[in-house]
């Protein structure tokens, strides 16, 4: 399991590819790490070999330290209890996003990881 956001995946591929072509960027992590991979950001790509999925949930104040080590975690939690890889990306990838727009919502500006928590727990109760 992949999950960098563009930069990230530019250093993972070692080149200068055109990030605009994130279709094209997403598949070409899966197939060189053969893992699913999720390209993060504005409408965050999923990619098992098969399929894209592409999500909707998130706000632009998801953009600090931290935020892919929560999303990271609740993608192996939901594997280690058994869901298969690329649907267990989908799953955590929107439930993480929403609880973003729902903190938001709630008056928070400038998003820390953490305050996720709260969120991602009313969610998955």
């Given at each position: 399991m992949l999950t960098p956001h563009e930069g990230e995946a530019r250093r993972l591929l070692d080149t200068h590819c055109n990030m605009s072509a994130r279709f094209e960027v997403v598949k070409l992590l899966h197939e060189k790490y053969m893992a699913t991979?999720?390209?993060k950001g504005p409408g965050s790509l999923i990619y098992d070999g098969n399929c894209t999925a592409?999500?909707?949930s998130?706000?632009?104040a998801m953009a600090s330290a931290g935020m892919g080590d929560v999303l990271s975690g609740m993608i192996a939690?939901?594997?280690a209890q058994g869901l298969a890889p690329s649907i267990a990306a989908q799953l955590a990838v929107y439930i993480h996003g929403l609880a973003a727009q729902i903190a938001a919502?709630?008056?928070a500006k400038g998003l820390l990881a953490s305050d996720l928590f709260v969120y991602i727990r009313r969610?998955?109760?």
């Open positions: 991979a999720v390209l592409i999500n909707r998130g706000t632009a939690a939901l594997i919502k709630d008056g969610l998955l109760g």
